[in-house]
């Protein structure tokens, strides 16, 4: 009977404190590097994006015989416009999704005429902050403008 009793007895409190002190130190040492890691894929993410959308917008140029006006931006990739005339060269949805995606931090990517050093566009995210400018994990990404 006593050896039986022996088997069921459970952890003790002590026991169960170290083992929860070993967990918070490993979360402690690794947690920071994961985080890390973490908004790099974020930063890789939205510049990949932003040279999908590049790529898509001269595709819709191609159609159009021009970019996207600041007042139509990036909608124009998925609904056709007004203009009757520009619309009937318009070939899209040209994403397919059907709908321009967010930027990794669920903001809309920024769309304006016309881009700094010649560029026709800027197409870019305000980063981790979701204001312009900023620094380090907080700049903007992209084809920035002037």
């Not at 903001?107 to 981790?128: H, I, K, M, T, W």
């Amino acid at each position: 009977m006593r050896l039986r009793q022996r088997n069921q007895r459970g952890f003790s409190l002590i026991e169960m404190i170290v083992v929860l002190v070993i967990i918070g130190l490993i979360m402690g040492l690794v947690g920071p590097r994961l985080f890390g890691v973490s908004q790099k894929a974020r930063i890789d993410t939205a510049n990949t994006q932003v040279k999908m959308l590049r790529g898509v917008l001269t595709t819709m140029q191609l159609d159009l015989a021009r970019f996207p006006s600041a007042q139509e931006g990036l909608t124009l990739l998925v609904s056709p416009p007004n203009d009757p005339q520009v619309r009937s060269k318009w070939r899209g949805p040209y994403l397919d999704d059907d709908k321009v995606p967010l930027d990794p931090w669920g903001n809309p990517y920024q769309y304006s005429v016309p881009g700094a050093n010649g560029q026709p566009f800027a197409l870019y995210s305000y980063g981790a902050d979701g204001v312009r400018g900023g620094e380090g994990e907080g700049a903007d990404i992209g084809i920035l403008p002037p």
